[in-house]
Nanobody, 114 residues
Framework: QVQLVESGGGLVQPGGSLRLSCAAS????????MSWYRQPPGKERELVASIRYTGGSTNYADFVKGRFTISRDNAKNTVFLQMNSLKPEDTALYYC???????WGQGTLVTVSS
């Protein structure tokens, strides 16, 4: 079964950190560009970060540069999003996706609040 399952969301105080995981099954993440998106409350979904299948190069949205890091573990077939220095405006439902396969996870909620 081809699917993506996110985990790691939760409630964190401003300035804190979270690490999101995206476990893939049915296909190798090493052979596809993988991305994290987010949808803040009442807003459109937006791209957060991507990691290319060739060479593992990464790119980030300006609003997370220097704070978030996308990575993957091919042996575990898992993609990660390390989020540091979190801000209240980072509150959103975070989704893992394989754009080429048009495959999305169910999302994991991140809430940044004191």
């Amino acid at each position: 079964q081809v699917q993506l399952v996110e985990s790691g969301g939760g409630l964190v105080q401003p300035g804190g950190s979270l690490r999101l995981s995206c476990a893939a099954s049915g296909f190798p993440v090493s052979r596809y560009t993988m991305s994290w998106y987010r949808q803040p409350p009442g807003k459109e979904r937006e791209l957060v970060a991507s990691i290319r299948y060739t060479g593992g190069s990464t790119n980030y949205a300006d609003f997370v540069k220097g704070r978030f890091t996308i990575s993957r573990d091919n042996a575990k077939n898992t993609v990660f999003l390390q989020m540091n220095s979190l801000k209240p405006e980072d509150t959103a439902l975070y989704y893992c996706a394989s754009p080429h396969l048009d495959l999305w996870g169910q999302g994991t909620l991140v809430t940044v609040s004191s």
